[in-house]
């Protein structure tokens, strides 16, 4: 045994020592290059919505880069694994410091950037994230979203139902163990009290108990509900529109910018999804040019239509290209300075992006863009206005 | 009316925890070892019967089948490669083992197929029946699910009990070293255990997808430690305990997520195992452990 | 589970050389750090080695002194971290001492987890192997499911709770919401450092080992080796039974206080049984009963993903193989032949006597 542990000691010693001796890169000074690293889940039950992200932010810089760059600096890029988890988060974080990172383009999932964001607090590193949407997330002045926050998806939809008038009575499943889910959930519960519309079941799931939806599904039903909001993923939709098809429950299904991408799962019977409206930002049918030319792109390396996380941070980079040019930083400054300048240009900056036009910030961080409402028919979203 | 559709419900969920218990109770049984990789071989048969069948356009009965060969041969080479070699290990070795198995197989999963989930066709074309003029349905799956796992239980309790094999393999499970001086071949018993383990895995996973049809390379392990709760609290080691085990679980989750709290279904289910492992601590119908002066 | 287990109860001279390493790796960070040489990311995770270090020695006492297997260590962990954050983010602004606060955060979260670790105990361990691992499990869970639910605020009219969402906490005007659900708790003061989760790391060590060393240690080994045996010389086996389980899970208690001080948001879904499992595997791997072993496969298993990065999509698929591998180099026959022939020792060994040699003829 004494063996065994020794061997171990040094092992460790060494991997130590190799890691200790590579950590001396100093890259604060004189760099050519603007290093902006991005931060989520590419491996465990989350990887689907980190390797969008990471996949199209990276067309992104190249297309930069392709173009010239951001006033004529190149980018360099770089993705940590946090596997949807705060404290890898904070470890992918500090890996990224250590590789030169000036600009964080994360986290893509609301927990694990609720820790990094003390990380960026006391750096005083400029922080867009994608699609981390929980308010929280940007507490601070340095960190900024490209998505909508969960509480405004939640007030938009309960506006939406009640100008629309689609329903009267409404039920809700959501997710208890995820922060996106219950945000949405709770503000929307809070704005229907000043709808013209009842909240009849209201009913919740979890992570390990994510496959059988019947329960729910049958107290919805038997509550009358017109209108079944479902502010999830779209993984656990399309179970929920299984099961209600078999036990013919058919109300309107109305979801937010998480079920962007039931289009796209494999093999799903897209019968099933026939009607569900959704507010979302990003389509990828969308007929425009920007659009098509994306999506074409991002299956050419990724393989998958992309998502609405993967648009978020194609967003992003474009995003922090224009708040570098706006403010006129430049890679040889320090970081505090970069984000500095860059923070004070993200109010003033107007970007046309694939998930919304005319895209504005407030000095708190949260993005001024219109939410689009949109339905399924024959397989295609259709505008629903 | 409302309660006996969350029975029906109940039983539909409890009878997948059924089958994959099944495969659990198996290998604990005579191997004496928590296989925790095998919800993972699950979800590698979901792949591989998805391949076959949405993929390749192949029929489903062939799917499953070549599911079952390769889940088979899957299971006998991670026996041969991770836990053979530790017949003699302390059983918390093989059981780090086994949860480095099932962490490999998931992430390999990832990197081959990708982390978009994919929506499982079922396999099973069995129209859903209506009763009381449509207010209560049984799906296909669930008509199809319930006798199966019948099946498999009587047989396996059947082979067990009269094969040869099945007897050596009752033999290595009380003692291993009295079943080599009678001349059985204790490693390749272990190995017929889990190549039956990982058939009945694959079955496992064939009717759990076409019930619930995310397929992702994560699917397998909620299941899986449901299934394991299911071995235990039927009495683990038991063949026909793991069935009741696993139909009770079910029932439960779905009637106290119906009557209780949507949020803490899993919590109540949890909370019962512990109530009735108190009362019988051998679980249902565990075996009582005598202990030796 | 009785096979092979090492014998801890060794001497003075054991224990002082783990305590040296300890006080060594510090002094060589410390250095480190001083001197700038230490990458961010070492830094950072130099408290997490500290915390899954406890995590490990502390299920080490359940599971390699007392001889029980628990698959639910976690659940106490988040107790311990939920408590203990609960604590200081309410007392953050009465008690001003940082020290002092987190002093009793610690304290306060050691103290609940092993509160529960007792319930347990008392409910649980006359169950054997399997059947306790299960329940341990299934306690872990719960914890898990009941916390990720809770939702805590408080205002001037006191605490209040709630099990469904924040409105129904019915907070008054400028109330605070503390424990957000599936949010868990973000904010805490991030008090831990290096030097605390060092110290901290010594003391449970020092506890550990003077609790096996104690009577009730002797007591708690003798019914580990034969139950009936110990029982038949009067020992008391509940009683000590639950003391040792207790500890264990008031020492993991006292890693969840430190881990939710150190990076700023804490949610329960972290601790389920896969963490429990996590700690487990530090266990086995450094050896059961074996308390260096454990700091150091725990060490070492925290530091081995991140150094992985570079493998990038294909880090978690080698840190498995990885895993597979260590438990078949330590156990399977034909590795440990192999080891006996190849030992380092043996070289070291070998070059000393050259060396002895040498000088002689010198």
Redesign the interface.
């Known amino acids: 045994?004494?063996?065994?542990?020794?061997?171990?000691?040094?092992?460790?010693s060494f991997?130590?020592l190799s890691?200790?001796?590579?950590?001396?890169k100093e890259t604060a000074d004189g760099n050519e290059k603007f290093y902006i690293g991005g931060i989520g889940p590419?491996?465990?039950?989350a990887?689907?919505y980190?390797?969008h992200v990471k996949d199209a932010a990276a067309l992104a810089v190249k297309e930069i880069n392709d173009a010239g760059g951001i006033n004529g600096y190149m980018i360099e890029y770089r993705f940590?694994?946090d596997?949807h988890?705060?404290?890898?988060a904070?470890?992918?974080y500090?890996?990224l410091?250590?590789w030169g990172m000036q600009i964080l383009m994360g986290t893509v999932t609301?927990?694990p950037g609720?820790?990094v964001k003390?990380e960026t607090y006391a750096d005083n590193m400029f922080m867009l994230t994608p699609s981390g949407s929980?308010p929280?997330v940007i507490q601070y002045d340095n960190a900024f979203q490209v998505c909508f926050s969960d509480p405004n998806q939640g007030m938009a939809s309960a506006q939406y139902i009640a100008n629309k008038g689609l329903a009267t009575k409404v039920a809700a499943i959501y997710n208890?163990?995820?922060?996106y889910?219950?945000?949405i959930?709770?503000k929307f519960?809070?704005e229907a009290k000043n709808q013209n519309f009842d909240i009849v079941s209201a009913?919740?799931?979890?992570?390990?108990?994510d496959?059988?939806f019947?329960?729910?599904l049958?107290?919805a039903k038997?509550s009358g509900a017109e209108l079944l909001f479902l502010p999830i993923y779209y993984?656990?939709a399309?179970?929920i529109l299984?099961q209600a098809n078999?036990?013919?429950f058919k109300p309107i299904f109305f979801g937010c910018d998480g079920l962007d991408g039931i289009l796209?799962?494999?093999?799903?019977?897209l019968s099933l999804a026939e009607g569900v409206m959704l507010l979302t930002p990003f389509a990828a049918d969308a007929d425009d040019a920007k659009t098509q030319k994306f999506v074409e792109d991002f299956k050419a390396i990724n393989?998958?239509i992309p998502n609405q996380f993967g648009a978020d941070a194609y967003d992003a980079i474009y995003i922090i290209k224009a708040a570098i040019e706006k403010s006129g930083v430049t890679p040889d400054m320090s970081i505090s300075d970069i984000t500095d300048g860059m923070k004070e240009a993200m109010t003033q900056i107007t970007v046309d992006g694939l998930t919304g036009a005319g895209m504005t910030w407030e000095a708190t961080g949260e993005v001024n863009k219109a939410p689009m409402a949109v339905v399924i028919e024959d397989g295609q979203y259709v505008s629903a206005e | 009316m409302s309660f006996i559709s969350y029975l029906i419900n109940g039983i539909s969920l409890g009878s997948v925890y059924a089958i994959i218990a099944l495969g659990y109770t198996m290998v604990y049984g005579i191997a004496k070892m928590l296989n925790f990789a095998h919800g993972d071989v699950i979800m590698v048969g979901g792949y591989i019967i998805f391949t076959f069948m949405s993929t390749l356009g192949l029929s489903p009965i062939l799917s499953v089948l070549i599911g079952i060969i390769l889940c088979t041969l899957l299971g006998l080479t991670i026996e041969h490669i991770a836990y053979k070699p530790l017949r003699k290990a302390p059983s918390l070795a093989v059981l780090i083992t086994a949860i480095g198995v099932s962490y490999f197989l998931q992430n390999m999963a990832l990197l081959i197929a990708g982390a978009e989930s994919k929506s499982f066709s079922s396999v099973i074309s069995v129209p859903p029946l209506s009763l009381a003029e449509g207010r209560l349905t049984i799906s296909g799956e669930t008509l199809v699910t319930i006798p199966l796992c019948i099946i498999i239980m009587v047989s396996l309790t059947i082979f067990v009990r009269k094969s040869k094999t099945g007897r050596g393999m009752i033999a290595v499970s009380e003692d291993k070293d009295a079943a080599v001086l009678m001349g059985i071949n204790v490693n390749k018993t272990i190995a017929i255990t889990f190549a039956i383990g990982s058939a009945l895995a694959a079955i496992a996973s064939a009717l759990m997808f076409s019930t619930y049809s995310n397929l992702s390379s994560t699917s397998g392990a909620m299941p899986g430690i449901k299934a394991f709760v299911a071995a235990v609290f039927g009495g683990i080691g038991s063949v026909p305990g793991a069935m009741i085990g696993g139909i009770l679980l079910g029932i439960i989750e779905i009637i106290s997520r119906a009557y209780i709290s949507t949020q803490l279904g899993d919590a109540i289910v949890f909370l019962v195992l512990i109530i009735v492992l108190l009362v019988k601590p051998t679980g249902i119908l565990g075996k009582k452990i005598q202990e030796k002066v | 589970m009785k096979t092979k287990i090492l014998n801890v109860n060794k001497s003075m001279g054991s224990n002082l050389i783990t305590i040296g390493m300890i006080v060594v790796a510090y002094t060589v960070c410390q250095t480190l750090i001083a001197t700038g040489s230490m990458t961010n990311l070492l830094k950072n995770l130099l408290v997490a080695m500290c915390y899954y270090s406890i995590m490990a020695i502390s299920l080490n006492l359940t599971v390699g002194i007392l001889g029980q297997l628990s698959l639910g260590h976690a659940g106490f962990v988040c107790i311990g971290a939920f408590v203990g954050a609960f604590f200081s983010k309410v007392t953050i602004s009465t008690i001003e001492n940082t020290f002092i606060r987190f002093s009793l955060a610690i304290l306060i979260g050691a103290l609940s987890a092993g509160l529960f670790g007792v319930i347990i105990g008392v409910v649980v361990l006359r169950l054997k192997g399997d059947y306790l691992a299960i329940v341990t499990l299934a306690f872990g869970e719960i914890v898990k499911n009941v916390i990720n639910v809770l939702y805590i605020g408080i205002d001037s009219k006191g605490v209040h709770f709630s099990m469904s969402d924040t409105a129904s906490l019915n907070l008054e005007e400028g109330g605070t919401v503390i424990v957000k659900g599936a949010q868990g708790i973000s904010g805490t003061p991030r008090n831990s450092t290096f030097t605390i989760g060092v110290i901290l790391l010594i003391l449970t060590y020092l506890i550990i080992v003077n609790f096996i060393n104690s009577r009730s240690g002797r007591a708690v080994m003798a019914i580990r080796d034969n139950k009936i045996a110990a029982e038949s010389v009067g020992i008391n086996i509940t009683k000590y039974k639950i003391l040792a389980f207790s500890l264990s899970a008031a020492l993991a208690g006292v890693a969840g206080v430190l881990y939710s001080h150190n990076i700023a948001t804490v949610q329960s879904t972290k601790f389920g049984y896969n963490m429990s499992i996590m700690i487990l595997v530090y266990v086995v791997l450094g050896g059961m009963g074996n308390l260096r072993g454990s700091i150091i496969a725990a060490v070492l298993l925290t530091f081995l993903p991140e150094y992985l990065r570079f493998m990038r999509d294909y880090r978690m698929l080698i840190y498995s193989i990885v895993l597979i591998a260590m438990m078949l180099f330590n156990w399977a026959p034909a590795c440990i032949n192999w080891r006996k022939n190849h030992s380092l020792k043996s070289y070291i060994n070998a070059v000393v006597r050259m060396f002895k040699k040498n000088k002689k003829e010198a």
């Open positions: 045994m004494k063996k065994r542990i020794f061997a171990l000691v040094i092992t460790l991997a130590m890691l200790a001796a590579c950590g001396t590419i491996t465990g039950g990887a689907v980190g390797q940590e694994d596997v988890d705060p404290e890898k904070v470890n992918a500090n890996t410091k250590d609301s927990n609720n820790a003390e929980a929280e208890s163990s995820d922060v889910s219950t945000g959930y709770e519960a809070e009913e919740a799931f979890t992570d390990d108990s496959t059988d019947m329960v729910q049958q107290k038997d993984e656990e399309t179970l299984t078999a036990m013919d796209g799962v494999d093999n799903f019977d393989g998958d």
